[in-house]
């Protein structure tokens, strides 16, 4: 089993920054794709940023220029730096990774998500 866990999430005040990270464990033996969601109350969750596992990113066009995406691949961790953020930023956060266990059964896992609070 495939666990994913995010620090918690934080108040921040428009402009400031903020930096999640998302730590994975259990049997893996690869991980590929891995990715930052967001869902704000009353919306859908979307994709805020992704990342291969050579390190190739794309991220929604809003938060372009300001959040970076990143990954350990040796600590099966993966980071989100958040800067500039604004009011509309406000969500909870959800890391997300596909891969394999024991080069046999493929996951793909979800952590329980990180609020994080923007205050104009």
């Known amino acids: 089993q495939v666990q994913l866990r995010e620090c918690a999430g934080d108040l921040v005040q428009a402009g400031g920054s903020l930096r999640l990270r998302c730590k994975a464990s259990?049997?893996?033996?690869?991980?590929?794709?891995m990715g930052w969601y967001r869902q704000a109350p009353g919306k859908q969750r979307e994709l805020v940023a992704r990342?291969?596992?050579?390190?190739?990113?794309n991220y929604t066009d809003s938060v372009k220029g300001r959040f970076t995406i990143s990954r350990d691949n040796a600590q099966d961790t993966m980071y989100l730096q958040m800067n500039n953020l604004n009011t509309e930023d406000a969500a909870v956060y959800y890391c997300?990774?596909?891969?394999?266990?024991?080069?046999?059964?493929?996951?793909?896992?979800w952590g329980g998500g990180a609020q994080v609070t923007v205050s104009s």
């Open positions: 990342i291969s596992s050579g390190g190739d990113t």
């Open positions: 997300h990774a596909k891969g394999m266990i024991q080069d046999i059964s493929p996951f793909d896992a």
């Open positions: 259990g049997i893996l033996s690869s991980i590929n794709t």
